[in-house]
């Protein structure tokens, strides 16, 4: 009866194996919930690091594209306007066009009939007003007072609705809105550098975005005339630049002869120019991208604290002369808008 071989004697009878072999230690792989788990937390910090950084981009180029215009129209002696806020347009429409068609970012939308064109076309119109009044007021109007008076749209907003398609608030949200003037008139009376012109016509900047918001809301209300808001201002922008432009050669004729007589000088003019329109289009990607990642509620609570941020960074850099009771009014004023969220946001809850 032959003895069955075991293990040790097929080893002993290859002399290849007698030499000593370096043990390899293999950690053991680990169960499916474990990977999994290792795995979303990994997605869960890359997401949160984009959502920060979507954030940051949110804020440096909303705060700076307003520097940037102010640095323009009040420093460097650039005073017009509406050829920068043409050139912000211009730049809106070729940005889009390379965001939809080639990045692919939002699905491209075709306007479907006259009437949407006509609708989108009044959107422009009232969205050049708001923007040549924003620019133009500061020429007039330090950083700080423009964004305190920018924080009442909510109250604007609130009357257009109510005049316009008679749609009533609440009355906590109405309550929420007394602080928002107060604070605007509080900060007004106590502003160094108030200048009339520049207030009037920054009401008129902030009067014109809050019925933007209001005239869009009930002229693109059916599903089939709705846009992303990308393909929005990819058609938006160009008719803005159309609208702009003969107002632009009449009020400002000489803007080109200024431009390249400056360039010639100081090219640093054209590197201000893109890298502000480029900015100004970067304020709407942002704007969709923060949507597209947390929430429009999310949106507005950044634009409530952007206004603060923008103002107090404006000091800082501008070095434009401030009073306590200015600082008051501006408080009061962003609390008043915080509020007014808050309540809109209850009122929405107990309708629904």
Not at 51 to 75: E, P, Q, R
Not at 226 to 235: C, F, G, Q, T, V
Not at 245 to 260: D, H, K, M, Q, S
Request: hydrophobic share 50%; net charge positive; proline share 4%.
């Amino acid at each position: 009866m032959v003895e069955a071989q075991t293990w040790t004697t097929r080893r002993g009878s290859n002399p290849r194996l007698e030499t000593t072999e370096q043990v390899v230690d293999i950690p053991a792989t680990p169960p499916g919930d474990v990977r999994n788990s290792s795995f979303a937390i990994g997605s869960y910090l890359s997401s949160n690091v984009l959502t920060a950084l979507i954030i940051a981009s949110w804020y440096l180029s909303n705060i700076g594209v307003l520097l940037l215009n102010k640095y323009l129209l009040s420093f460097y002696g650039y005073r017009y306007p509406i050829f920068l806020t043409m050139l912000h347009m211009l730049s809106c429409a070729g940005y889009s066009y390379v965001a939809i068609n080639w990045l692919e970012l939002a699905p491209l939308q075709h306007i479907l009939s006259r009437r949407q064109f006509l609708k989108i076309f009044a959107l422009s119109a009232i969205f050049c007003f708001s923007v040549v009044c924003g620019n133009t007021s500061l020429r007039y109007l330090p950083v700080s007072f423009n964004q305190a008076i920018g924080a009442t749209t909510p109250f604007f907003t609130a009357i257009f609705a109510f005049v316009i398609t008679c749609k009533k608030e609440t009355g906590e949200v109405y309550l929420a809105l007394l602080p928002v003037v107060f604070g605007i008139v509080l900060a007004s009376n106590s502003e160094p550098l108030f200048h009339l012109f520049g207030f009037l016509i920054c009401i008129g900047s902030t009067a014109g975005r809050a019925l933007k918001s209001v005239i869009q809301g009930i002229i693109l209300t059916s599903e089939a005339e709705k846009l992303h808001s990308m393909n929005l201002l990819l058609y938006m922008a160009p008719m803005a630049a159309l609208i702009l432009l003969p107002f632009t050669l009449y009020i400002e004729g000489n803007v080109a002869a200024f431009t390249v007589e400056k360039a010639k000088g100081d090219s640093f003019i054209i590197f201000l120019l893109i890298g502000n329109a480029t900015v100004a289009y970067l304020v709407n990607l942002t704007n969709f991208l923060v949507t597209k990642h947390t929430s429009a509620l999310t949106l507005q609570v950044l634009g409530n604290a952007k206004a603060a941020v923008a103002a107090v960074v404006s000091v800082l850099i501008f070095r434009n002369p401030v009073t306590v009771m200015g600082m008051t009014g501006f408080a009061v004023t962003i609390m008043g808008v915080v509020l007014y969220s808050e309540a809109k946001k209850r009122s929405k809850v107990t309708t629904h």
